[in-house]
């Protein structure tokens, strides 16, 4: 999750641990590997989630305005190729210190 979130290991267990003290996930340990912890979604967050899924939709949809669908495919892997550029360079400069 840290990786995907693009923050540390260290933070992403912060989050993590705060999503769960407010009830919206829920941390398990995986049947095979105790060193694995299992994050599922509680039915609290469910609610949440589409919320924020509609105002995903409504942030995009004035994002994209008029963008033929060619163009704001483009958009999106250009934006994906900036992203893992600061992320790849985040993670470099963290593991020369």
Do not use: C
Not at 68 to 90: F, G, K, P
């Amino acid at each position: 999750m840290a990786d995907l979130s693009g923050f540390g290991a260290m933070s992403a267990a912060r989050v993590l641990k705060s999503l769960e003290t407010a009830g919206l996930v829920s941390r398990s340990t995986a049947r095979n590997d105790r060193r694995v912890k299992m994050v599922q979604i509680t039915e609290q967050a469910k609610p949440l989630l589409a919320a924020v899924k509609n105002i995903g939709d409504d942030v995009e949809s004035i994002t994209r305005g008029n963008m033929s669908s060619q163009n704001w495919s483009l958009l999106q892997i250009m934006l994906e190729t900036v992203r893992d550029n600061h992320l790849t360079a985040y993670h470099d400069q963290r593991a020369a210190e």
